[in-house]
């Protein structure tokens, strides 16, 4: 397991990922999403289980990522698959912190 860190403190990492936003970041050899509700933060892979569309064009409600291309809903925290029918969503794990926000891959 590998750990990233974004930004080197709580406002900057507020400035670079702004609220309800869903950003493309490539962090080593891969590129995540990684989105903001609040203080709560998720980063979860680029493209969807189903077709692979990419998921920083899709909409985020609440703690849920819906799909632009066939609005299948994937739950944040978990990865679960919550409506239509393929794989679950990798999802990493975050944390923030003063020193920036880690995550997990
Ligand atoms: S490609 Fe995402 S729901 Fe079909």
């Known amino acids: 397991m590998k750990t990233f860190t974004l930004g080197q403190s709580k406002e900057q990492v507020f400035q670079m990922i702004p609220e309800k936003s869903i950003?493309?970041?490539?962090?080593?050899?891969?590129?995540?999403?990684?989105s903001r509700n609040g203080e709560l933060f998720f980063a979860f892979e680029e493209f969807c289980p189903h077709r692979m569309a990419s998921l920083n064009q899709g909409t985020?409600?609440?703690?849920?990522?819906?799909?632009?291309?066939?609005?299948y809903r994937f739950d944040l925290v978990t990865g679960s698959v919550?409506?239509?029918?393929c794989p679950d969503l990798k999802v990493y794990?975050?944390?923030?912190?003063?020193?920036?926000?880690?995550i997990q891959m």
Not at 23 to 34: N, Y
Not at 60 to 70: A, G, Q, S, T
């Open 23 to 34: 950003k493309l970041v490539q962090l080593g050899s891969e590129k995540i999403c990684i």
């Open 60 to 71: 985020l409600v609440r703690n849920e990522i819906v799909c632009p291309l066939h609005s």
């Open 82 to 85: 919550l409506s239509g029918q």
């Open 93 to 102: 794990k975050v944390q923030l912190s003063d020193e920036g926000l880690e």
